[in-house]
């Protein structure tokens, strides 16, 4: 996995524009060309400024010796990102999330969220509610796993985001509490509160256990191990708010039978309620049960 080609979409709006830090970042630490791509939707009279903003806008990342390249589609927005990222060999999409220009080109809540379900290149999300940055570090990178080799497809694009980056990687095991069976005897031996108690230590150890493992793979030391027992998308929103993550990455698009959580729903709420940028990986072909 390596990030040689990086697409970032604009539209000419300074909310596209916040893609553009993570950018930057990455390719100064792996020397990937930057691919400024837009969609024109609309007449030739128009096409001429979104040009001349794509060059400008390239313009400056030369001068900061980046090397970048620009592109123009036309027709529907998201299906010619999905085209352009395939056909281009594109490593990763860079897009914002949410807002539209002041001319109202691209709705890029609608874009993203498109363009994320609709492509199996990795997509990362620049939350453009968040406070503007100017420069990125991803200091520290919150990967949620559920146990299965599903979720695990993220770890090869972690481990090749943080190289060289100084990065704090974070393994988060998020597992569902056990459930009280409903035709369950109070007289039963031990009782269901001493039970519960003894499941949730056999389920803490497992976790542990298997991060261990996951850790173990990894070649820097830099790595920190946690578990929780609860709701998978509440758990993953407050340990990124707790440890005041850079960068939630997981994959997305599961399916019961091949994972514990739905991904899809998980997913959806990591992208809307998190402050975070999150990396989303789409795998081509998922294993099957």
């Known amino acids: 996995m390596a990030y040689r080609k990086l697409l970032v979409p604009l539209d000419g709006s300074r909310l596209a524009e916040k893609a553009l830090p993570y ?11 930057i691919i400024l791509f837009t969609v024109s939707t609309a007449s030739e009279q128009f096409d001429r400024p979104i040009k001349a903003y794509l060059d400008l ?47 109202k080109r691209w709705m890029l809540g609608s874009v993203a ?30 990967v949620p796993l559920d146990g ?22 974070i ?16 007289a039963i031996k031990p009782s269901w509160e001493e ?17 261990e493992k996951i850790k173990a793979g990894f070649e820097t030391s830099a790595i920190k191990i946690q578990t929780a027992l609860g709701k998978a998308a509440d758990s993953i929103l407050q340990a990124a708010q707790k440890e005041n993550v850079s960068l939630i990455a997981m994959t997305t698009q ?25 990396l989303l990986i789409r795998p081509s072909k998922p294993e099957e049960p």
């Open 195 to 211: 039970y519960q108690s003894m499941l949730m230590a056999k389920i803490q150890q497992q976790a542990l256990e298997y991060l």
């Open 254 to 278: 599961g399916r019961t039978g091949i994972s514990r959580w739905v991904y899809g729903s998980v997913a959806n709420r990591i992208v809307e309620q998190s402050l975070q940028p999150v």
């Open 113 to 142: 969220l498109k363009v994320l379900y609709g492509t199996c290149t990795p997509v990362l999300l620049a939350k453009s509610k968040a406070h503007k940055i100017s420069k990125v570090k991803f200091k520290k990178i919150l």
């Open 57 to 103: 806008t390239a313009k400056e990342l030369k001068s900061q010796k980046i090397k970048v390249s620009t592109a123009v589609a036309y027709g529907n927005v998201a299906e010619e990102i999905i085209k352009f990222a395939q056909k281009g060999k594109i490593d990763l999409i860079i897009i914002s999330t949410h807002g539209h220009s002041g001319i």
């Open 171 to 186: 393994l988060l095991r998020v597992s569902e509490p056990p459930i009280l069976p409903a035709d369950r005897s109070p």
């Open 148 to 169: 299965s080799p599903f979720s695990e497809t993220s770890i090869p694009y972690v481990k090749e985001l943080a190289k060289g980056a100084g990065s704090e990687i």
């Open 23 to 33: 950018a930057k970042a990455l390719s100064k630490t792996k020397g990937s060309e």
